[in-house]
């Protein structure tokens, strides 16, 4: 019998990766979307070739002729979607970022934890799946010694012009307390390095505002720049630099220092590696780890053989979510803000 799937909120990433993917999946049928508008949810209908448009969210949720929900929406909504569907016994992809805020995050774990029997999963931060793995066992072999810093740098100018309308991810009431791409990087850094005990954050917001859809002018509420200050729970320290009005900036990546040796990472999934004194050189992927993007047929595969959620389990998505969320108090406090682990 098919494994059928039904999508909330038919987004670029749904349309671009999310459908494609699942319909790849043997046996496996897109048969119903919903989006915001009926409008909407029928022209995606037709465009992509789904043969059920639902009337609203808790409608698709509650149809019996479904297995499994993606949901695509804002992460304002992702709370919301996905406990309703854990509710109503189906199988939850969701898209990052996981929710507005920690609490939020920590309902959907919950939900989760009460329908065990269930897949649960994020779309994963893609950045490093070529040398994720490798890094991680690098640092776990001790290649580079004891972990003592790291830097995060993800610096570009596409905040500059005013002109520029509003994106959602600029915008509390849809993005939460998402800032920019720092929990997905902090999502990277969990993998190699584990979790966070304690932040200080600092921000700004360049360009308050900006022109809406509606020819209007909309309000940014989330920071264009900002900058994190964290110790981790092993001891070492983190920093993350981040700006969308910092134009030309000549590297971005994370660099992992160590008592014996260093790890310097590129945004575009290379690396080298040194130890002190010696010239660096690139890491290759250990072979079997280089798997690309496979985000759907691994939600199916857990469905069918039971196997856990590697990327992202809820579990992970709760430990980042903590973690933005604690910078975006601090930055809103001005006070350092301890982690409670997951």
Known sequence: MPLRIGIIGAGANTKLRHIPGLRACEDVEVVSVVNRT??????????????????????????PGIDAVCIGTWPYMHREYSIRALEAGKHVLCEARMAADA????????????????????????????????????????????????????????????????????????????????????????????????VVADGRIVVPERPDAAGGTATVDVPDSFGVLATLANGARTTYTFSAVANGAPHNGITVFGSKGTIRWSADDTATMAAHGEPFAAIEPDPGTDRGWQVESDFVRSIRTGAPVRLTSFEDGLRYMRFTDAAWRSWQSGAAVEIEPV
């Open 103 to 198: 609490d939020e995050a920590e309902d959907m774990l919950r939900a989760h934890e009460a329908y065990p029997h269930l897949v649960a999963q994020l779309v994963p931060a893609p950045f490093d799946f070529r040398l994720g793995p490798t890094i991680t066992r690098l640092v776990r072999d001790g290649a580079i010694g004891t972990v003592l810093e790291a830097t995060v740098t993800v610096l570009n100018g596409g905040a500059l012009d005013p002109t520029t309308p509003v994106h959602w991810r600029q915008q509390m009431r849809y993005s939460g307390r998402n800032i920019m791409m720092l929990g997905i990087y902090n999502e990277i850094v969990q993998r190699w390095l584990g979790d966070t005990a304690r």
């Open 38 to 63: 009926r409008e909407s949810s029928e022209a995606a209908a037709r465009d992509l070739g789904i043969p059920k448009v639902a009337a609203t969210p808790e409608d698709l949720v509650a149809d």
